[in-house]
Each structure stands twice: as C-alpha cells, then as structure tokens.
C-alpha cells in the first residue's frame, strides 16, 4: 500500500533555533501535501496545504513565515519550523492525498516536537 | 470555514455496541472519513463515505446523511483495544483552489472497560 515516511520521529530543540521536517511518498506520486499540528488531547488541526511547484495555501491563524513549506517535488514536502518557542512544542504530521482511492489519504507518522 | 462536532468522550462495556456521532456543516462537501487515532501515533484509516446510506466494514460500520449534515460510526462486539480516540474527518472540494481539504473534527476519545 501507500507509504508516507515521516522524519524525524522526535526532536528536541532548543528555543529560537528552527527544526525541518520531512515527509516522502513512498511509491506514488504526492501532488497534494497536507500538514496537521495536534496538541495533547485535541484533535488534528490544519495548518497548510502544500502543491507540488507552487505557494503553500495557510489556514487562518498560521503565520506562514514562522512554518515554512516547501513541495519542491512530487514525493517530499518539508515544514521547517522557524524560530521555534516552547509553545511550538506539539505533534506534527502530515497527509498525502492520493487521488482514484476511497480510503484517500495517508499519513505520515507522525513527528514529536519539543522545544527547550 | 467548517464546524465539525463530536462528543469529547464516551464510555462503553467490552462486547457492546457504541454510536459516534458527527455533524457537520460545510460547503463543498466531497465525502467523509473516519480515522481511529492512538495517543502518539498517526490515525488509521476505518470509513468512507461519499454517498448517503450506510457502509459496513467487519465490526465498524459508517452512515451519512448528507441533508442532515450528519454521521455516525458504529462499533460493535467492542475490544479492549478500541479505546482510543476516533475522528470524523471532511472532505471539501474548494473551488478557488480546485483541490480538496480533508478537515478533522474535535475527535471522541472511546474509553472501553470490562
């Protein structure tokens, strides 16, 4: 099936330095990338949705210049977190939609991020 | 903008059967999905639909009511492993951008006890 390959799993970090994050697709072809943030006990919140070639589309509230994507090619999509605070500190994860399947997405899994 | 409901939490007895409900208000509505999530780990696929009615997948089944805004997720002969957290997800198709957004609602965390 689908692979998503999350990197890293968990990375502490100390405050004001940034943190990137990868996400590959495996064996098909990611024209969509999306990128989710979760605090502990809620649920997945959206925070850009990135096309392979072109700008990041960011959701309300998510300053585009602190979380930088990049979809520069079709199977890996980066979100480097610039600057990072310890209120950054959640779990990222990111979601690639693969088009013709009725169970559409696949996920990464998952990356841990503190920030000291 | 999407406003997705879910119960925060329920609790259920192992061999039960449980409802988890969703609704939903969006605009372009392009099918929705439910995903069981594990603290600390990716979700997991359960559902899919796109149509009204009900689909039927082992011990999890799924119903929508597009007019209504409205889903539930059903779970039966419940295991000690299905507590966890479980997520009504929709999919929108946004015309500005032409692509679709899958967003998550606030998610129900199943606690299962013997």
């Known amino acids: ?16 330095t ?9 064996d098909f072809q990611a024209t969509t990338m999306f990128w989710y943030r979760q605090f502990p006990k809620q649920s997945l919140m959206l925070m850009a949705t990135s096309n392979e070639g072109s700008k990041a589309t960011y959701e309300q509230g998510v300053e585009k210049d602190k979380f930088l994507i990049n979809h520069a090619s079709l199977t890996l ?13 959640s779990f990222y994860i990111c979601s690639a939609e693969r088009r013709g399947s009725g169970s559409g997405y696949t996920f990464g899994s998952g990356t841990r991020l503190t920030v000291v | 903008g999407q406003n997705i409901d879910q119960p925060t939490e329920m609790t259920a007895t192992e061999g039960a059967i449980v409802q988890i409900n969703c609704t939903y ?8 999905f439910w995903y069981q999530q594990h603290a600390g780990e990716a979700p997991t696929f359960l559902s899919y639909n796109v149509l ?13 009511s597009r007019s209504k805004g409205y889903s ?8 000690m492993k299905d507590s966890a957290s479980y997520l009504c997800a929709v999919r929108d198709y946004e015309l500005t951008g032409g692509g679709n957004k899958l967003t998550f609602g606030t998610g129900t965390q199943l606690k299962v006890e013997l």
């Open chain 2, 52 to 64: 009204d009615g009900l689909e039927e997948k082992g011990r999890f089944s799924s119903f929508l």
């Open chain 1, 1 to 16: 099936g689908a692979v998503v390959s999350q990197h890293p799993s968990r990375v502490i970090c100390k405050s004001g």
């Open chain 1, 18 to 26: 940034s943190v990137k994050i990868e996400c590959r697709s495996l």
């Open chain 2, 72 to 79: 539930y997720l059903l779970l039966k002969e419940l295991q």
């Open chain 1, 77 to 89: 999509s980066t979100l480097t977190v610039t600057s990072a605070h310890p209120e950054d500190s």
């Open chain 2, 25 to 32: 208000q969006t605009s372009g509505f392009n099918g929705l």
